[in-house]
């Protein structure tokens, strides 16, 4: 092979090398998503005011998915269980004072578990509600 | 001693030297991310000083262990740097400013691809595998990069290194 054609043929390789690695590079890196799961939480306070929250998430369990719902501000009481939601967007439910507490709902059903181990699917629809 | 393989004071004062230039190339370019000149000075100080190149490449990167630490990084350039020296001197016949610029241009494209089978070791292939595939951009940028420094500098600074080195050094021995 002459000097010519040997320099051809590696400066195509080199350039054809270029183009099958920015192919793996543009079909398969990781892409970020918005989260493969879409549910709603809704929440009704005190004055039976409702605030749906849309959110598109990962979450496995409840609790990050309340994290991930933009606006949705809430706090509680660690214990072994998890949290103990006690406040949410500023309002307080406090049982021993008042007798009220924040009801959770999934598909209109009350929820099993707490936040940090009620299951999130996808389409699922959660009701917070001051009771 | 071999008087081919015996090493003079001046040897060691030429050998300082060239990782004194490799350091100070790779720290003027250090604000442009994967445009590096190591790759440059590698192959032609191989290309120049023959086998005694195998004397710079653990010192430089001794040198770049101590002024950056010893992490992960460190462990790929045990074996990058020393395979590019190897492949230089197996192409040390070639003469060709556009083919040499082709070898470093290929080297900076598979520069993560080579680095990455630390995490071979350490993770397992899918880390491998994800940890270049996230780099190839950056492989992409060191391939032009090194392509157009190698094609630029090569015929000049070897000419001048002839011109330094006659009788000295066998080039492309």
């Not at chain 1, 699917?121 to 009771?131: A, H, L, P, R």
């Amino acid at each position: 092979m002459n000097r010519k054609k040997l320099t051809a043929v590696v400066l195509t390789l080199l350039a054809a090398l270029v183009v099958v690695f920015g192919c793996i590079f543009f079909f398969l890196s990781a892409k970020p998503t918005g989260g493969s799961k879409r549910i709603t939480i809704e929440v009704v306070n005190m004055e039976e005011k409702s605030t749906v929250y849309k959110v598109q998430t990962d979450a496995e369990f409840l609790r990050q998915a309340m994290e991930e719902a933009k606006g949705l501000e809430f706090s509680g009481t660690e214990g072994s269980y998890g949290m103990m939601v006690e406040t949410i967007n500023g309002e307080t439910a406090d049982y021993n004072a008042t007798g009220n507490y924040w009801a959770f709902y999934v598909n209109d059903k009350y929820c099993n578990y707490g936040v940090d181990s009620q299951p999130v699917t996808d389409g699922d629809q959660f009701k917070i509600v001051y009771e | 001693m071999n008087k081919r393989f015996s090493i003079t004071a001046k040897d060691i004062v030429t050998l300082g030297a060239m990782v004194a230039i490799i350091e100070a190339s790779k720290a003027a370019l250090s604000f442009l991310p994967n445009i590096e000149l190591t790759s440059f000075w590698l192959i032609v100080f191989t290309l120049v000083f023959g086998w005694k190149i195998a004397l710079v490449v653990p010192a430089f990167i001794l040198v770049e262990g101590l002024i950056y630490g010893m992490g992960l990084w460190w462990i790929m350039y045990l074996y990058v740097w020393p395979l590019l020296v190897l492949v230089a001197w197996l192409l040390r016949k070639m003469e060709s400013s556009v083919l040499w610029a082709a070898v470093s241009g290929f080297f900076g494209l598979l520069f993560g691809f080579l680095c990455s089978f630390v995490y071979l070791v350490t993770g397992n292939f899918e880390t491998q595998i994800a940890w270049w595939i996230a780099g190839i951009p950056w492989d992409i940028v060191h391939c032009i990069g090194n392509f157009v420094l190698m094609l630029v500098l090569y015929k000049p600074v070897m000419a001048a290194m002839k011109k330094l080195c006659v009788g000295k050094y066998s080039i492309g021995s």
